[in-house]
């Protein structure tokens, strides 16, 4: 008998669970804003020359891990926050 998974099925089966959802949210947003900053504070401080995306890949290689423990940690303190500010819906 075929495998009758459908595509859509099988591409969700792929996914993590939903409680991974707070961790990956801290992996993609740290990894997107160290790449950012490491590329805007690399090219303030040296410069953009030749070794300009070198010097960025070294930075990125510290910035990256603690960006992404920090998101791990202030991420309950700052949903917080955003709840005294702003009026969430129900």
């Known amino acids: 008998m075929e495998d009758t998974l459908s595509a859509p099925r099988i591409a969700r089966s792929r996914k993590l669970p939903p409680r991974a959802a707070p961790v990956a949210f801290a992996f ?3 990894a997107i804003m ?3 900053m490491s590329c805007v504070i690399v090219g303030a401080n040296t410069g953009i020359d030749a070794g300009y995306p070198v ?4 930075a990125y ?3 990256m891990p603690v960006a992404f423990v920090c998101v791990l940690f202030v991420r309950p303190f700052v949903a917080r926050l955003v709840g005294f500010v702003c009026r969430l819906p129900a």
């Open 34 to 36: 160290a790449f950012l």
């Open 55 to 58: 010097r960025v890949i070294g």
């Open 28 to 30: 993609f947003m740290s």
């Open 61 to 63: 290689a510290l910035a």
